[in-house]
């Protein structure tokens, strides 16, 4: 029994989830209700859909005027499908919080 239990919990301890994603690529830059480097995750869950999450995640350079910014700094990151998937979600959690 014990062990399943050990078993099961490495087992979540390995799954990619939204927060992993978030330390390992933005948190130096983003903080999530906090103004860092770049803009905090609750400001930008309040004024942006998934889909437009994900389109600047994956080329800031593309999107960044379509966005009002007058350029970008933001680093071009490579991250997968299922990341992008998992980090736009993480962000949009953060709507309406303080
Ligand atoms: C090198 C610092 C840096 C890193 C790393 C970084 N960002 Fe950014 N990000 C910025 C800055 C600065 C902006 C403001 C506009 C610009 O410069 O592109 C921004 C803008 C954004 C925007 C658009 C904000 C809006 O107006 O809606 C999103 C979404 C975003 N970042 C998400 C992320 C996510 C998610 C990660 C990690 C996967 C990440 N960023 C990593 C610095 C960074």
């Known amino acids: ?31 999530q209700t906090a103004m860092a480097f770049g803009p905090p995750f609750n400001e930008i869950a309040n004024k942006r ?11 800031p350079k593309s999107m960044y005027e379509a966005f009002g910014y007058k350029r970008t700094v933001m680093t ?7 990341e992008l998937d998992l980090i736009s979600d993480y962000i949009l959690s953060f709507k309406g919080k303080k």
Do not use: P
């Open 1 to 31: 029994m014990i062990f399943i239990l050990l078993f099961t919990t490495s087992i979540f301890a390995n799954e990619l989830t939204g927060e992993k994603v978030f330390k390992t690529y933005c948190w130096g830059c983003h903080h």
């Open 76 to 82: 071009q990151l490579h991250l997968s499908a299922k």
């Open 49 to 59: 859909t998934k889909a437009e999450i994900e389109a600047y995640i994956a080329s």
